[in-house]
């Protein structure tokens, strides 16, 4: 079979692999499409710490499933499906808990394991999820990516009437407000430096934008809060030196999501949370988050169509790696094309 083979950081190319069989309790899918997303450029960058390679990457995906493994029901193949990354043990604490997500010994697809830019994988029967009749392959392969912003506004745990303030309108900021809109937050206000992206964070339902390359970020949400701040803070950029003013921006009793593994230190003032009782949480892949996102996508809450600024070949994805490379600007999700 064709695959996405990463060999080593910076050392990547399309070439012919051992096609999977299924060990017990996995099913092989027939991958149909697959996004490409920032943490396998990561990976491409020899950034991730917990990648060994070599690795077919790929964690956003979905197809349909050819063959099955021993204790399988053998009437799953040609169902259609789309894959949740999430490997976990189902037996230490946080398993134990409910959050598989932060699994102590979880294996990611795509990362840990062989994933999604190929023509065929094996994976856990568990982690594919069947999908609607309706539904079709290509919006599938981007639950995925829905289940992060699921999981983060999850963590925030949102009241009535919150605002959110989401920091970054790349692809995961963009769907952070298309799923804050699904869960029924109205008021959200999107801040980037690029402006394209802020007219696409308006297009998809942000109610206010702003440029943090021309208006002082802090002013502007104090404006437009009258001086309250923000209950809700996603942090999409991912750039610790941000936190301090995120603190600041936060309303009393707000609560702040973070989602980057940047491992750079970040100033933390212990008065600013304490004096407001504010809430930090970390957000982790996602935990069970995938029938959410697939009954908000059924009903037609979330528009997967409107994150893919490319479509591509397997065989042209070096082409589209350089593009993210030299040119992030210009792309939102650019989805793989397997079977093309």
Same mark, same amino acid.
């Given at each position: ?29 027939? *991958?149909?499409? #697959? &996004? ?21 990457? &790929?964690?956003?995906? #979905?197809? =349909?499933?050819? #063959? ?7 009437? /799953?193949? &040609?169902? /259609?499906?789309?894959?949740?990354? =999430? *490997? ?51 919006? %599938? ?40 809109? %699904? ?15 802020? *007219?696409? %964070? ?27 701040? *923000? ?16 603190? /600041? ?10 989602? &980057? ?26 935990? /069970? ?9 059924? %009903? ?41």
């Amino acid at each position: 079979m064709q695959a996405f083979q990463v060999k080593a950081p910076h050392d990547f190319d399309v070439s012919e692999q051992p096609s999977p069989q299924p060990a017990a309790g996995e099913v092989v899918v027939d *991958v149909a499409f #697959a &996004g490409i997303c920032g943490s396998d450029m990561h990976i491409i960058h020899g950034d991730n710490a917990f990648v060994r390679f070599p690795r077919i990457t &790929g964690h956003e995906f #979905a197809g =349909v499933i050819s #063959a099955v493994g021993e204790g399988v029901d053998a009437g /799953r193949v &040609g169902e /259609r499906v789309c894959i949740d990354p =999430v *490997v976990n043990c189902g037996q230490c604490y946080p398993c134990r808990i409910g959050r598989p997500n932060v699994c102590s010994a979880m294996q990611v697809i795509g990362v840990h394991r062989h994933g999604g830019f190929a023509e065929q994988v094996s994976v856990p029967a568990a982690n594919a999820w069947r999908i609607p009749d309706t539904l079709d392959l290509d919006s %599938a392969a981007l639950v995925e990516p829905y289940s992060i912003a699921a999981n983060v506004l999850a963590r925030m745990e949102p009241h009535a009437g919150d605002r959110l303030l989401v920091i970054g309108a790349g692809v995961i900021g963009l769907t952070i407000v298309q799923m804050a809109q %699904a869960m029924g937050i109205e008021d959200i206000i999107v801040t980037d430096i690029i402006e394209e992206r802020l *007219v696409t %964070a308006l297009e998809l339902g942000a109610r206010h934008v702003i440029n943090g390359r021309e208006q002082d970020l802090e002013q502007a949400v104090q404006k437009l809060t009258e001086g309250e701040g *923000v209950p809700l803070i996603a942090d999409a950029a991912c750039v610790p030196a941000m936190l301090p003013g995120m603190l /600041r921006m936060a309303c009393p009793a707000g609560r702040i999501g973070l989602l &980057g593994f940047n491992p750079t230190p970040s100033d933390l003032v212990q008065l600013e949370v304490i004096k407001k009782e504010l809430t930090l949480v970390g957000s982790r892949l996602n935990n /069970r988050k995938f029938p959410e996102v697939l009954a908000h996508i059924e %009903a037609g809450r979330l528009d997967p169509h409107a994150l893919v600024s490319h479509r591509v070949a397997l065989r042209d994805m070096p082409g589209a790696i350089h593009m993210l490379d030299t040119t992030p600007e210009k792309a939102r999700k650019v989805l793989v094309d397997i079977a093309s």
